[in-house]
Structures are given as structure tokens and as C-alpha cells.
């Protein structure tokens, strides 16, 4: 493992050193050991660097190397000479190379559109390629920013995001999943993961909702309508956006896979088309919605919170299986397979084809009476099934803490206990026909004659 630390700054710096793993900083300079501590081990950890930025669709092999460094001062300057990024990270592939100005933020300190946007000058003066920000903000995908104005900027320098819990997530793994090849480096990210997880390091997940979310919830409730341009639901979405990237993140760290949003791909191209789309069904259907793709499942969780009735609904949908016909068959094999014992609140919802609309029961009262699915449906069979638990939270919903404990407790309890029992039913493979078992059974000649003997 190689710790030399003797290396040259890179010429467009007049300033900085390298990243440290024990760096002699103030006490009150947090956000400075923080990010020295993980620049040092993204360096100085294979694994942890490659996964990192291969997230911000870079290519990692193995003549890369990834120099990082702390309190840079950048030779070509026509900001504000007290503008100082907290890091800088090189990429080395051969003759190639790829450089970042990283700005970081810890506790509650939050990013400042204008200080990204004179970061974002300070690259392109000194030929870096990008900004990356840092800090407790959570980010759908490392290419939309937080902050709403940094995305809206004509700026043509990219600002990338990891909020620290991304970070955390991805150490979590690589050891959880034995990734790291190096005993050493295993050791060194482990230690990276304690402190980060201390208290001191300043990191911490999405724990609370605005004040604006106790406000929309009061002028729902008073039969109010939601401006076009309202501030309050703005940052109502803004703040869901935080806590549904922190959601999969969790829920990332308990299955020890990577859990994702499932987004339409106009809305991972364009954030501001998202929350503009996001905004429409907060004022039209007074809910929040998201989807999280969990490898491997069934179908994405379905998350809802809805403001109207003051629940948390969440669930999966499965496509009923072609091969059986009656729909009392079809329910049998989707109760099956719900093998928890925590039945309240958790009902089954059935598409009907055609004009017929949904109908929907309790499981607990399903698995007592399978043929309660089908009264009234004549001959139909469902098409489709949502197995769903509906959280009623009362009061607590329109809490800015509360909503959050109850939404991070129902998520992964329902996946834990439902959906990751559930399996997506598929078309058997085909078979060779008992009158074709054989090649000279399909050949011209014998096609000829079931041709001639074929009867209409």
C-alpha cells in the first residue's frame, strides 16, 4: 500500500497540501478534517475512489492514480482572492487528466448557490474540469445539484454532488460486501466509516421537514388551493427530494445493495422539469410521490404521502400470472406469497380489465375468504395487483420530525416484511410439442402434409 506523500503540487496551484489522513487542524475546523479525512482515504482506498468516481461517469482502471489535496490556492484567479475550495482531486490515466475543485459543508452549514458559482469561474480559469460539492444535502443523482440555482446556471463548468450519508453508504458497502481486496485499505475505510459516523464529523441523514410542510398541510386541510407559484410547496418538493435520496440510501445500507429512485428519464436529465411535474400533483392530488428501485425485487416500492387523508401508503405492483384463469386463482397465488404476520393496515388493491373499475380488500380478510375478490366481477379476472400497507398518521403527519420517523420506519418494515417476499410471475419457457418431438416431424415435407390435412 502506498503512502508517499512527498508528490509536487500540480502547476496551476500556488498553495495546498496533500490530503491527510490525520490532519493537524483546529479544533474548530471541522469541515477541514472532514473532508481531508476522506479526500485522504478516496486516494488511499481503491476501491472507495474508483467507486466513488466512477458515479460521476469516470473510468477507473488500473494505471489510474487519484492524488487529492486540502486548502488549495489556484494559480489563475479573477474572483475573490479569499475564494480558497476545500480540495482539489486529480485523475492520472496515463497521459490524461481529470481534475475537481471540492467544496464541502458539515452540520447544518448548507451550499451557497454564489460561492458555487464562483468556484465554477475559478475552474475555468485554471482549466479544471469541474466543482464538486460536499455536505448533508441530499442529491437523486451526483449530476442534480441540491441547490435549485446551480442547476439553473448557464455555467458550461459541471458541479457534481455527494452528500456525506452517499459517501458513508458507499463504505458501508464496499465492506459489508467484502469489495475491498487490500487488508489494509479494508482497515482504513473501516476507520473512515467510524469516524464518520461519529457525531463529531458533522454528518447526518435528512431528519426534518421545512416549516413550509406544517403550512401546506394547514391550507390543505382548511380546503385551500395551492398557488401555481407557491414558495411553501417549492420547498415542500425540494425537501421530499432530500428525503427520498435518503430513503434509498437506508434502505441501501440494509440490504447491502444499491437502492436507487426510479425516475422517468425526462426527469433525470431535468430536475427543474421534475419538481415543476412534482409540483403540479402536490396541487392538483395534494400528494408526494416517489418509487425506489430495489435490485432484484418484484417491482419498485411505491411510496405516497397523502395530505388529504393523512397516510403514508406503501407498496408494490405484480402483474397477475396468465396461467391461471379464475380470479380466485390468481389472488390465492399473490397471498401466497405475503408471509408476514403483520396484517393490519395491509390491503390488496385489483386492476380489473376493461372499464371495470379497481376494487380493494384487507389481506386479512382476503386470506380468511379468497372469494370475496370476485364478487361482483361476473367472469373477469384481475390483470394486476398493488399490495400495499396504508400508514393513517394523524397528527403526526403535518409534524416536521414525526413525518420523517414514521415514513423511515414504513418504508423498509413494508419491504422487510412484504415486498421482499414477493416474486414477479413470468411466462413458462416452451416446450416441443408431443406431435413435433423430433426434427423430421417439422420438416418441409411433414409441414407439407399437416398443411394439406389442416382443417378449418
Given amino acids: 500500500m502506498d503512502f508517499d506523500m512527498s508528490e509536487e503540487?500540480?502547476?496551476?496551484?500556488?498553495?495546498?497540501?496533500?490530503?491527510?489522513?490525520?490532519?493537524?487542524?483546529?479544533?474548530?475546523?471541522?469541515?477541514?478534517?472532514t473532508t481531508s479525512i476522506v479526500l485522504a482515504c478516496l486516494a488511499k482506498v481503491d476501491e472507495f475512489g474508483a467507486s466513488l468516481l466512477s458515479g460521476l461517469g469516470l473510468r477507473i482502471g488500473v494505471r489510474s492514480k487519484i492524488e487529492t489535496y486540502t486548502e488549495v490556492v489556484c494559480v489563475n484567479r479573477t474572483t475573490d482572492k479569499k475564494d480558497r475550495p476545500d480540495g482539489l482531486i486529480v485523475l492520472r490515466t496515463g497521459s490524461r487528466e481529470w481534475r475537481a475543485l471540492v467544496e464541502a459543508k458539515v452540520g447544518t452549514n448548507n451550499l451557497e448557490a454564489d460561492q458555487i458559482e464562483k468556484y465554477r469561474q475559478l475552474a475555468k480559469d485554471n482549466d479544471i474540469d469541474c466543482v464538486i460539492s460536499i455536505s448533508n444535502q441530499f442529491a437523486t443523482t451526483p449530476t442534480t445539484h441540491p441547490v435549485p440555482e446551480v442547476n439553473k446556471s448557464r455555467s458550461k463548468i459541471p458541479v457534481f454532488h455527494w452528500s456525506w450519508m452517499h459517501i458513508l453508504t458507499e463504505a458501508d458497502l464496499l465492506l459489508s460486501r467484502n469489495s475491498v481486496t487490500d487488508s489494509d485499505q479494508r482497515v482504513l475505510l473501516n476507520e473512515l466509516r467510524r469516524f464518520l459516523t461519529h457525531e463529531s464529523a458533522g454528518v447526518k441523514g435528512f431528519d426534518r421537514m421545512p416549516k413550509a410542510w406544517t403550512e401546506v398541510n394547514k391550507l390543505v386541510a382548511s380546503g385551500g388551493v395551492i398557488p401555481a407559484k407557491s414558495a411553501d410547496a417549492q420547498e415542500v418538493i425540494t425537501a421530499w427530494h432530500q428525503e427520498t435520496r435518503d430513503l434509498s440510501l437506508i434502505l441501501s445500507r440494509m440490504t447491502e445493495t444499491y437502492v436507487s429512485e426510479r425516475l422517468p428519464r425526462k426527469h433525470l436529465s431535468d430536475g427543474n422539469l421534475r419538481s415543476k411535474d412534482e409540483l403540479s400533483t402536490l396541487r392538483e392530488q395534494h400528494q408526494l410521490q416517489a418509487e425506489l428501485d430495489v435490485p432484484d425485487a418484484a417491482a419498485p416500492i411505491q411510496v405516497t404521502a397523502d395530505i388529504n387523508r393523512r397516510c403514508v401508503d406503501v407498496g408494490m405492483v405484480l402483474r397477475a400470472p396468465e396461467d391461471k384463469v379464475s380470479a380466485k386463482a390468481r389472488v390465492n397465488w399473490i397471498l401466497r406469497q405475503i408471509k408476514t404476520d403483520r396484517l393490519e393496515d395491509l390491503y390488496l388493491r385489483l386492476m380489473w380489465p376493461g372499464k371495470s373499475e379497481p376494487t380493494q380488500h384487507l389481506v386479512s380478510d382476503l386470506k380468511a375468504n379468497p372469494e370475496l375478490a370476485a364478487e361482483g366481477k361476473d367472469q373477469l379476472s384481475p390483470h394486476s395487483f398493488f399490495v400495499f400497507r396504508s400508514k393513517q398518521l394523524g397528527a403526526r403527519f403535518a409534524q416536521q420530525v414525526n413525518f420523517i420517523v414514521e415514513l423511515e420506519e414504513a418504508v423498509p418494515s413494508y419491504y422487510r416484511d412484504v415486498g421482499a417476499n414477493l416474486s414477479a410471475w413470468q411466462k413458462r419457457a416452451p416446450r416441443i410439442k408431443e406431435d413435433r418431438a423430433t426434427a423430421e416431424d417439422v420438416t418441409t415435407e411433414a409441414i407439407s402434409e399437416d398443411a394439406q390435412n389442416y382443417d378449418t
Avoid at 503540487?9 to 478534517?33: D, I, M, N, Y
Wanted: proline fraction near 8%; aromatic fraction near 8%.
Fill in 9 to 33: 503540487l500540480p502547476e496551476f496551484l500556488t498553495q495546498g497540501e496533500q490530503a491527510r489522513l490525520f490532519p493537524v487542524l483546529s479544533t474548530t475546523s471541522k469541515e477541514g478534517r
